[in-house]
């Protein structure tokens, strides 16, 4: 008897056509705009208002990164316990609250202290998602949901930086919080209106059975054949572009000598580069593992910031961004793709959330070097090293994928 062919992939109209999936789109859409004018008017008001040094700018994304890797982990274990779309709903408020007191503070450890905690809140929010998505959409339709979620934030990412901008010039830094802040409160009501069944195992409480479960989550990120590559991979990768993204606002300012207005489009062209991509990675995903994506990315990723290193033009540096958002797309689509297909239901939060802490600690450690390589030995030779790396993880991914297959 021949086998059963596999469902056909559906597209993103087809996710798109699911109610439930719909709404959490939408709600999506609100909050991540909010949250790139946020960050826009602090990475603005620290480089060109405070004349930050690149550590004051990697001190911003270090504190947002730590509870990412160190408390990550635990509370994808609590995740998987309580109820998904609860646990976004009070995250959303509390970040909410949260983004307000940006508008009053007046030093960079104040910035931080707040970013550290909306980050710890935000570490429930994301592995809740990745464990609500799989039940709002099938599995065949997982790929395009991903480039679907992909699109959107890239697409917000086009528009937020103008009216960032727009907002900072007319009504001031504190304008942009407010707006981050409504969204979240949006956000919550979307989420509000979901009605999916998650049925929840009871698990036994206490220390050891927490860690019992970490480690379960750890070790099924370590053991899967695919999932281990792409993850590993990642990790190295996001160590090599966090490099990079830490410190291109002090690019654009001590090398290409532009301000605010430069500064957002190259923001916005990575958004149209991302849009781009995530559509070209659903074409070429047919008969693909998604770690040959993720590595093709990688590569991509380290090839374009080669370009904007060695040319260092406004142009060349626009072209280049636009370049490593195609590529960025096809890592984060197949990875999500990936992450929510093949990971057992009862385990997604303690998997997402403990592949997100890998990944937070190498831009974590990235960023903490990354400050001190650019102050000493220039951010250029600091691009020229995040491309090297990205080349050498690239050609040892494709090694092992030939290996693998």
């Not at 509870?67 to 646990?87: E, Q």
């Not at 983004?99 to 905690?117: D, E, K, M, R």
């Not at 430069?262 to 149209?272: K, P």
Request: net charge positive; hydrophobic share 55%.
């Amino acid at each position: 008897m021949a086998a059963q062919a596999p469902p056909p992939m559906l597209s993103m109209r087809d996710v798109l056509a699911e109610k439930q999936f719909r709404r959490l789109w939408l709600g999506q859409v609100v909050s991540i705009f909010g949250d790139f004018v946020a960050i826009f008017a602090v990475q603005v008001a620290i480089t060109f208002r405070m004349h930050g040094t690149p550590k004051d700018i990697t001190g911003v994304m270090v504190a947002y990164m730590v509870p990412f890797a160190l408390i990550g982990p635990i509370a994808g274990v609590f995740v998987d316990r309580w109820n998904p779309r609860i646990t976004m709903i009070a995250s959303d408020l509390t970040r909410g609250l949260l983004i307000i007191f940006l508008a009053f503070t007046s030093h960079l450890w104040q910035i931080y202290a707040i970013f550290f905690a909306i980050s710890t809140v935000s570490s429930f929010f994301m592995p809740a998602q990745s464990v609500t998505v799989p039940l709002l959409v099938k599995r065949e339709g997982l790929m395009a949901a991903s480039g679907l979620m992909q699109q959107t934030m890239q697409a917000v990412r086009i528009f937020s930086p103008a009216a960032a901008s727009a907002l900072v010039v007319w009504f001031g830094e504190a304008s942009c919080y407010y707006a981050d802040s409504l969204t979240f409160f949006i956000s919550a009501g979307v989420l509000l209106s979901l009605a999916y069944h998650r049925p929840v195992v009871p698990s036994p409480r206490g220390l050891g059975a927490v860690l019992s479960d970490l480690g379960q989550g750890m070790k099924f990120i370590f053991t899967h054949p695919a999932f281990s590559f792409v993850i590993l991979s990642m990790t190295a990768g996001m160590f090599a572009m966090s490099c990079f993204g830490a410190l291109v606002s002090v690019f654009v300012r001590d090398i290409l000598h532009g301000g605010t207005y430069l500064f957002g489009a190259l923001g916005s062209l990575i958004g149209v580069g991302s849009i781009c991509g995530a559509v070209f990675v659903q074409k070429l995903a047919k008969g693909k593992a998604p770690a040959q994506m993720v590595s093709f990315g990688l590569g991509g990723v380290g090839l374009f910031i080669l370009i904007l290193a060695a040319l260092r033009t406004p142009v060349a540096t626009l072209a280049a961004s636009f370049g490593i958002g195609v590529s960025v797309a096809f890592i984060m689509v197949a990875a999500t793709a990936l992450l929510q297909g093949e990971t057992p239901p009862e385990m997604r939060g303690r998997v997402s959330s403990s592949s997100m802490s890998l990944m937070a600690l190498a831009q974590g450690i990235a960023m903490v070097f990354a400050g001190g390589w650019a102050t000493r030995f220039g951010i250029v030779n600091l691009f020229y090293a995040s491309a090297a790396l990205l080349f050498a993880i690239t050609i040892g991914g494709v090694l092992r994928l030939r290996r693998m297959g």
